[in-house]
């Protein structure tokens, strides 16, 4: 079983950049796939992006593309997504998640296996 922590939110103006990780322990990152999903207040929670097993394949929400990267860093055992030019309505909780298989790129939650406590990302005005 892994553990999860995400770390990195905070407060930022809108325009502005934040680097969120996702730092896992218990077993190696090149165990699982990973995603990356955020929840608004009063919405429901929704897929922001995911990598694959090995690293090679990345998807993200249409909405994002360009803006969000997902990224892994093997010797931090980390999983990370760089937000840039981020607007208010990025204001929310960001989860990362597992998935056990690694023989796909999921965007649904009930694909994943493992979700951390999430990180609180608010943008103003």
């Known amino acids: 079983q892994v553990q999860l922590v995400e770390s990195g939110g905070g407060l930022v103006q809108a325009g502005g950049s934040l680097r969120l990780s996702c730092a896992a322990s218990?077993?190696?990152?090149?165990?699982?796939?990973w995603g990356w999903f955020r929840q608004a207040p009063g919405k429901e929670r929704e897929f922001v992006a995911t990598?694959?097993?090995?690293?090679?394949?990345?998807h993200y929400a249409d909405s994002l593309k360009g803006r969000f990267t997902i990224s892994r860093d093997n010797a931090k055992n980390t999983v990370n997504l760089q937000m840039n030019s981020l607007q208010p309505d990025d204001t929310a909780v960001y989860y990362c998640?597992?998935?056990?298989?690694?023989?796909?790129?999921?965007?649904?939650?009930?694909?994943?296996?493992?979700w951390g406590q999430g990180t609180q990302v608010t943008v103003s005005s």
């Open positions: 998640a597992a998935d056990n298989s690694i023989l796909g790129i999921p965007s649904r939650e009930y694909e994943y296996d493992y």
């Open positions: 218990g077993r190696t990152i090149s165990s699982y796939t």
């Open positions: 990598i694959s097993g090995s690293g090679g394949r990345t």
